[in-house]
């Protein structure tokens, strides 16, 4: 292998900007001043003379992309490209390296060493012009850090050419250094005190589902018998399974991962598979342990084969003239896989993330209508795998980036539309929900552009698109086959991100069990082929093998998100909070036997004092309150198993911290009644309020009722200006909590309470005018108590 070390290449000289410092570095961890020191560094000494790209202006300005060299290079068969000293220290702040020039789809998969751990790291796209691949999980940048050098091996007898090699951060690297993730937050205020109400009297059933139904949010990311049985003995005994996977054609199938027959074109029809190659090939799934034998679970097609896909982009999207003969190829493969081996995944998702254009190559081309041609496509697919595994459920579109507001909504609108073509044929939804980089401390960049999800805009996103399918009758469960957060590298501050992410996702989603079917956070037990990730549980020990069994490996804090989630299971009760934004805390309450367990995530930047005295019914004395915390403190990743706090019920929780309590009594919880919870939807969905609109709500038996809430879903610019007002039925009501109108990219559902003397069978909601306001979604949560055997 031969290395090529990049020179220092001028280019234009960065202009002058503000480098803004926190204005008390005590607060910042060992981390935070670490990485100051790297942002500083940046700026200051390592971007001069480099051609910068910026976004924004002022405090607002975001550096975009930094050219490294502008060297020609011509590069065959192995090939190692050492990037400039001072790189290791910065990289970490950007999300992609980019190599520009020519033949570059000769490249092969990339290592960066010594920093993926002989891995390779995932590809984003892949063209003849150009290579973009992520940055590995970079541990804390400092001074003595080991050089990086790009390792890649091109097409045997191939030359491909590199002119151009960048940094970049996709507008997310502001000029101003970004102290949020590195200060314990809310240590410098006194806690807030809650209020946690739970009904030992009720079970709750919420439409039907009592049981917390474990089996659909305790998943880890992998499908079974795809690692070494000892990390499924560990995940299992821990009571968690494996979830989803992608399989990828073009690799699995046509290059191959062994010795044996690959697959080929049809020599007699060009664009279609040899699907003779199935009477020859074992497509059993791999062994498993016993225990995941009958486990359900998801699998994603991707990559379809080069000679039946679009050049463009290589993530295998099939030409149109094509999409049977794909259809076909998938249909072969999951019956295969289901006759050689006897078992096959549950759901299979037809392409994944095929919402976004690096994976749906007809999103580029405006000559197409890309969303049409993408239901048709999974519309032949799901035909095509019925006809051959009846059993198999399928569906789509795997959405990426759900940011649906986008383009006045043109973006759910697409969404809804591919609902309304697919309505025939697939089995379920699926959808990817990650929180950005730099988003800890999202309650503290609420009103400065935070977007993400876990204030409010994961529940007006499920609830809109409820609605919509509610509207259309065709309600079909929805799958979230990957959350969590797209922060790379290997710090206390990004384990902490994708921690608490994983947590609140999975958290927000178990209190929806009649929509969702299955929910799989990006955690892994391990990843071979990335072995350093800062999403898996367990690395490689120095010298061990990234294959071998656990006993070579050691925890990573990402380990903790299972310990702390275990045990965690049951029926429902009713579980109420007072004294806090209603999008900053989730509480759920499940019991068995004698044990009662409440598990809280506080989404706010404020500490919490957490009062869990009213618990109704409770006169069967709790012998023992445990607590069980995984939290960021004074830069650390800090687990806790079993605090004991059996003389307070009195609980503290951290900011962006979800925590488990446990409660035993001396005798057993005996709930007497079911608190029956449904939910009845409005027609109209993304309906703007420049107009007064109306809405109207069904329900079967008001005068059964015991309580109600209406629950409007809003999206707003700039936070909510003024009260959203309107009548129910003709009386008034109005909403417009304090945190509403703090929000500079407001999307959250607002619930109002409805006196039950309101409701009649056909209800009438109108919501009066308000300027640039979008109803998202208009529905009605109603409660009735009874008798438990009733």
């Given amino acids: 292998m031969k290395t090529i070390f990049l020179s220092a290449i001028l280019g234009t000289l960065l202009p002058n900007c503000l480098f803004a410092q926190s204005p008390d570095q005590s607060l910042l961890s060992d981390e935070g001043v670490a990485r100051r020191a790297a942002h500083t560094f940046l700026f200051e000494e390592f971007s001069k003379g480099k051609e910068t790209t910026y976004r924004g202006e002022g405090d607002q300005r975001n550096l975009f992309e930094m050219v490294l060299s502008n060297e020609t290079i011509h590069l065959s068969g192995d090939v190692s490209i050492e990037l400039p000293e001072g790189s290791q220290r910065v990289v970490s702040l950007f999300k992609y ?12 998969g990339i290592d960066v060493a010594p920093y993926s751990g002989g891995g390779t790291v995932e590809r984003s796209t892949q063209q003849p012009n150009l290579y973009r691949f992520k940055l590995p999980a970079m541990p804390v940048p400092s001074e003595g850090m080991p050089p990086i050098q790009i390792r890649t091996r091109c097409a045997e007898g191939k030359t491909a050419t590199v002119t151009q090699i960048a940094f970049n951060s996709q507008g997310k690297l502001p000029v101003k250094f970004d102290d949020i993730p590195y200060r314990t937050l809310g240590a410098d205020q006194p806690r807030v005190p809650v209020s946690v109400r739970v009904d030992l009297q009720h079970e709750l059933s919420i439409a039907g589902h009592v049981d917390l139904e474990r089996e659909k949010f ?51 029809e060009t664009g279609a598979a040899d699907l003779s190659f199935f009477e020859r090939h074992d497509s059993s799934a791999p062994k498993t342990i016993p225990a995941f034998e009958n486990v359900d679970y998801a699998m994603c097609l991707n990559d379809f084969p080069e000679f039946m896909s679009v ?59 890309s969303w049409e041609l993408l239901a048709q496509f999974h519309n032949e697919v799901a035909q095509a795998v019925h006809a051959k595994t009846a059993s198999v459920n399928v569906g789509g579109p795997t959405s990426a980036w759900m940011q649906l507001h986008v383009n006045q909504f043109g973006l759910y609108r697409d969404q809804a539309r591919f609902m309304d073509l697919t309505r025939n044929h697939l089995d379920f939804y699926s959808h990817h929900f990650y929180e950005n980089m730099g988003s800890l401390g999202a309650w503290e960049r609420r009103d400065n552009g935070y977007s993400g999800y876990l204030l409010g805009r994961l529940e007006a996103t499920l609830d809109m698109l409820q609605a919509h399918m509610e509207e259309t009758d065709n309600v079909k469960p929805i799958l979230i086959t990957e959350c969590g957060s ?47 990730s800062g999403n898996v549980a367990f690395i490689p020990t120095e010298g061990a093998s990234a294959r071998g069994p656990l006993s070579d490996f050691q925890p990573t804090p990402v380990a903790n998100y299972f310990e702390l989630w275990r045990d965690f299971d049951g029926r429902r009760l009713p579980v109420e909070t007072s004294g ?10 499940v019991y068995q036997g004698n044990r009662l367990q409440i598990a809280l995530t506080n989404m706010t930047s404020r500490q919490l004092s957490v009062d869990l005295s009213e618990i109704t019914g409770d006169s069967l004395n709790a012998s023992s309150i445990q607590q069980r915390r995984l939290r960021y403190n004074g830069g650390q990743v800090i687990y806790e198993d079993s605090n004991s706090l059996s003389e307070s019920k009195t609980i503290p929780v951290d900011a962006e911290e979800t925590t488990v309590v446990t409660l035993l009594f001396d005798k057993q919880i005996d709930p007497a009644k079911t608190l029956h919870r449904e939910f009845a939807y409005a027609a109209g969905t993304a309906v703007t309020a420049d107009q007064s609109r109306v ?68 209800n009438q909601i109108e919501i009066k005018p308000q300027p640039v306001l979008t109803i998202t979604s208009v529905h009605l949560i109603h409660d009735r108590s009874q008798p438990l055997n009733d």
């Fill in 97 to 108: 390296i980019i190599l520009r020039g020519e033949n570059l789809n000769y490249l092969g």
């Fill in 218 to 268: 305790f998943r880890y990311y992998a499908a079974p018998g795809t690692c070494d049985p000892s990390f499924e003995r560990w995940a299992n005994k821990r009571n968690f399974k494996p979830g989803r996977q992608i399989f990828k054609l073009q690799p699995g199938l046509v290059v191959g991962y062994g010795r044996g027959e690959k697959l080929r074109e049809n020599p007699n």
């Fill in 311 to 369: 050049e463009h982009v290589g993530r295998g999207t099939p030409l149109i003239e094509h999409f049977g003969d794909a259809a076909d190829l998938a249909a072969a493969h999951i019956a295969d896989q289901k006759a050689d081996g006897g078992r096959t995944a549950k759901w299979w998702e037809v392409k994944n993330e095929s919402t976004i254009k690096a994976e749906w190559d007809y999103h580029y081309q405006k000559e197409h209508d």
């Fill in 486 to 532: 797209l922060q790379a590298g290997r710090g206390a501050a990004d384990y902490w991100l994708r921690l608490r992410s994983y947590s609140a996702f999975v958290h927000k989603l178990m209190n929806r069990p009649h929509q969702i079917d299955l929910a799989v956070p990006f955690v892994f037990t391990n990843m071979h082929w990335n072995p350093k």
């Fill in 580 to 589: 806090l934004a209603a999008v900053g805390l989730n509480a759920t309450a």
């Fill in 695 to 762: 809405f109207q709500i069904e329900i079967d038996d008001a005068s059964k009722i015991d309580s109600a809430k209406l629950v409007i879903g809003v999206h707003r610019n700039n936070g909510l200006g003024e009260a959203i007002a309107g009548t129910f039925n003709g009386q008034s009501f109005e909403s417009h909590p304090e945190w509403a109108h703090q929000f500079d990219q407001l999307m959250a559902p607002l619930a109002i309470s409805i006196s039950k003397d309101w409701l009649q069978k056909n």
